[in-house]
C-alpha cells in the first residue's frame, strides 16, 4: 500500500499541465484527490477523465482562487467529500506578458492575485486542519524566472518570487507542527503554457539546457510526490530546481 493511499490531496490549476499530471500521480497512489479549476465544469471533466484513467478517487471543484472567500468554501466542500486536506499543492498560475513600460495595471494585478495571492488564500484556508493534525505537506509551484528574471514578465516574475519568499516564511511558521512548506521551480515544462513559442525560440532554449530536453507534466509530479512524502519529513523551506539544469 502506498503512503499517500487514503490521504487527502489538493491541487489548483489540476486540469491540465503540470497539476494534471500530479492528480493523475498520486490518484494512482491511492489518494484521494481534489483538483481546482477556474471553471467548475472543466474541473469536474477533468477530474472524471483522471479518474477513468488512474481507476482513482478524484474530485473536481470550481473556485477563483484569488477570492478568499471561494476559497474557504472550496476548502471545506473537499474537506466533506475526502476528509482533512494533508497535501496540498499550490500550482494555478497564469501569465499576461508584457514590457513594464506598456503593462496594464489589471495585468500587473491579474498575475498577482492568482500565483500569489490565491497560493495566500489556499495555504491560510488548509493550514487550520494541519495544524490539528500537526500534520501537513505544502509545495508551492513557482518558476526559474522567480529566481532568474525575465524580459517581458515582470509581473510573472514578481509573483514567482514572492512565492519563494512567502514559502520560507511559511515555513517557519509552521515546523514546529510538523507541516513542511516547499518551493518547485519548475524550467521549461511542455504545456499548454509554453505551446506558443516559437520552434526557433525552442531550439534556443534546448541549446541553453544542459540535459537537452524540454521537461514535461511527469517530471514535476515525481518532484512534488517526493516532497510531500516521508522521504522529505526533514525538508522545509527549501527550493527545488527542476529544470534540466537550465537556472545553474
Known amino acids: ?5 487514503g490521504k487527502t490531496i489538493l491541487i489548483t490549476g489540476g486540469t491540465r499541465g503540470i497539476g494534471r499530471a500530479c492528480a493523475a500521480a498520486f490518484a494512482k497512489d491511492g489518494a484521494r484527490v481534489a483538483i481546482c479549476g477556474r471553471n467548475d465544469d472543466a474541473a469536474q471533466k477533468a477530474a472524471q ?20 472567500s471561494a476559497v ?3 476548502v471545506k466542500a473537499v474537506s466533506e467529500v475526502f476528509g482533512p486536506i494533508y497535501i496540498l499543492v499550490n500550482n494555478a498560475g497564469i501569465t499576461r506578458d508584457g514590457l513594464l513600460m506598456r503593462m496594464k495595471s489589471e495585468d500587473w494585478s491579474a498575475v498577482v492575485d492568482t500565483n500569489l495571492t490565491g497560493a495566500f488564500n489556499c ?3 488548509v493550514t487550520r486542519d494541519m495544524l490539528k ?14 529566481i532568474r528574471g525575465q524580459g517581458g514578465q515582470t509581473n510573472y516574475a514578481a509573483a514567482k518570487a514572492g512565492l519563494i519568499g512567502f514559502t520560507k516564511a511559511l515555513a517557519q511558521e509552521l515546523a514546529s507542527r510538523g507541516i513542511t512548506v516547499n518551493v518547485i521551480a519548475p524550467g521549461y515544462i511542455d504545456t499548454d503554457m509554453t505551446a ?3 520552434e526557433d525560440i525552442r531550439k534556443e532554449l534546448l541549446e541553453k539546457i544542459p540535459l537537452k530536453r524540454v521537461g514535461n507534466g511527469e517530471d514535476i509530479a515525481a518532484a ?5 512524502s516521508d522521504g522529505a519529513s526533514y525538508i522545509t523551506g527549501a527550493v527545488l530546481q527542476v529544470d534540466g539544469g537550465l537556472a545553474m
Do not use: H, P, W, Y
Open 123 to 125: 495555504c491560510r484556508a
Open 1 to 5: 500500500m502506498s503512503e499517500f493511499s
Open 72 to 74: 474557504d468554501a472550496m
Open 224 to 228: 512534488t510526490k517526493f516532497l510531500a
Open 133 to 146: 493534525q500537526r500534520a501537513g505537506r505544502i509545495i508551492n509551484v513557482s518558476s526559474i524566472i522567480g
Open 196 to 198: 506558443f513559442i516559437t
Open 49 to 68: 477523465e483522471i479518474a477513468a484513467e488512474t481507476n482513482g478517487e478524484v474530485r473536481g471543484f470550481g473556485c477563483d482562487i484569488a477570492d478568499a
